[in-house]
């Protein structure tokens, strides 16, 4: 199994936009997302901004899911917080430990305080993945205020 994990190219595109479309229309998503983010995350992380990074997850030279990360200082954790903002794999290539090598690669390319995510309570895959890495949920409720 040779796994490759590398920041998104151009090239990558219509692939990363059939997968985040996939992400979004799962049942454990809790709302659905314009598509017009994702062509700016693409757009926003092809130019290597110090704020956010795409990574493509490739399998044996195929392209079988992708990461996508936040980047940010936080006080309360005394230091760099990356916040792990999604992670897909392809249905068929599920459960062969890709998900776990993705987070050793942020782990060792990202070194941060703090390493935080967000979870549905129904993704139970997920969660059973995130508790084995060494998360523990937080007993904070989010807010969000979106601008137009």
């Known amino acids: 199994m040779n796994l490759i994990i590398r920041q998104i190219s151009k090239g990558d595109y219509q692939e990363y936009l059939s997968m985040a479309k996939d992400f979004y229309e799962m049942p454990c998503c809790d709302h659905i997302v314009d598509i017009s983010h994702f062509e700016n995350a693409f757009k926003f992380c092809l130019n290597d901004n110090p704020y956010a990074r795409l990574f493509m997850i490739v399998l044996d030279s195929k392209i079988v899911g992708y990461g996508n990360i936040a980047l940010t200082y936080s006080i309360e954790a005394g230091g760099n917080v990356v916040w792990l903002e999604e992670l897909y794999i392809k249905k068929e290539y599920r459960s062969l430990g890709i998900g776990k090598a993705f987070f050793e690669y942020v782990y060792q390319n990202y070194p941060a ?8 309570n129904c993704n139970t895959q997920a ?3 995130y508790k084995q890495l060494g998360y523990t949920p937080l007993d904070y409720n989010q807010m969000i205020k979106d601008i137009d």
């Open 127 to 129: 969660i059973k993945l």
């Open 113 to 120: 305080k703090r390493y935080r995510l967000e979870v549905t």
